[in-house]
């Protein structure tokens, strides 16, 4: 088969790694890809969401099959594109539908979504800037903290925890009247705040089957002991220690099954991956939000631990017959650390040279914020790399994974050295 894989990422370095294992892979093609993606297949430099560009790729290459990695085209289309078009309809695409893929592009229509399929979530209201006025009044009434979610896709930082009714007016405000997160808080989600940890858990669907894939947990601050900034996210490890049985067995119940059977129920087509940011909240699992997509991190922490061949896993979601996979997990542990650039997530500094790859050991490196120039990997990115360690316990995973990554340098480089170490 020849396959379309769309992103620039760590996420598209780790599904290019798992892609070109498989004997099903002929050629592999990555648009736009990154210094690492290069590696396991033939980068092509294209937009994520230049349609007609991806069109004449396909067409010229045959490609059999696009995997779309980020949200962007997923929200804006692309599965659409392809279906509407009569030279493309009959090429599968792993990834929702436009209508589906408002589970991330609108925190309000998931939050209905959710409400209306009786799934756990926070409390929760949306105004605009008509109803601005009964959003404050609302805020004032609201216990603390408050969190205030933008409505649209504001690339990761568009939800805010406010600690104080003060900022939470400031920031209401700023976010309607004064667009700070531009169309994306032309409406504003507030919500109740759920005390918990959090957790990722990744499921794989083909619109009538699903299979449960590992979970994940990420970490989002900048700094070590979960302080400073919020990040894209920093490491990640699965499985999640307190994701036991018995907890796993409630999201599949209470959560997985509803939101499955609720699209079914609304015609509304799925195939692709879902993801489902979870708090448990003393052993109850409700949801935060859904994206259409796989995480980043987390990625680079789940693909390392499933055996199967994915590229016959993601022709059986193509094919409707999910439910004809074995999904094989490890049993061992998988802990990555995110290499970053001086600066992130505020203006970070680019165009650093990139040494000591080849003196890691025991980990995977996937490649995310990266290019080649004069045959030297450079950074270009917020997040750079992704250090990953598969390791048979936690310990083990995550000391390798954090030894690995300090033996990679650049100039002005960070990492966390404490990823995962809460769990042990």
Partial sequence: MNILLLGSGGRESAFAWKLSQSPKCESLFIAPGNAGTGIYGQNVNLNVTDFEGIKN??????IDLVLVGPEEPLVKGIHDFFLEDE???????????KAAAQLEGSKDFSKEFMFKNSIPTAASKTFTLETLEEGRAYLATHGLPIVLKADGLAA???VLICTSWDEAQEEFTSMLRDAKFGAASSKVVVEQFLQGI?????VLTDGKNYKILPEAKD????GEGDTGLNTGGMGSVSPVPFADAAFMAKVEERIVIPTIEGLKRENIPYKGFIFIGLMNCGGEPYVIEYNCRMGD???ESVLPRIENDLVEVLQAVADEKLDEINLKISDQFAATVVCVAAGYPGEYVKDKVITGIENVRGSFVFHAGTKLENEEVKTSGGRVLAVTSLQDTLFDALQQATLDAARIYWDGRVFRK?????LI
């Fill in 418 to 422: 404490d990823i995962g170490f809460d």
């Fill in 87 to 97: 030279f493309l309809k009959h090429i599968p695409v792993i990834g929702p539908q």
């Fill in 156 to 158: 990761g930082k568009g």
């Fill in 198 to 202: 959090e957790l990722s858990v990744f």
């Fill in 297 to 299: 991190p987390e990625t």
């Fill in 219 to 222: 970490y989002k601050r900048i």
């Fill in 57 to 62: 790729l396909v067409l010229k290459n045959s």
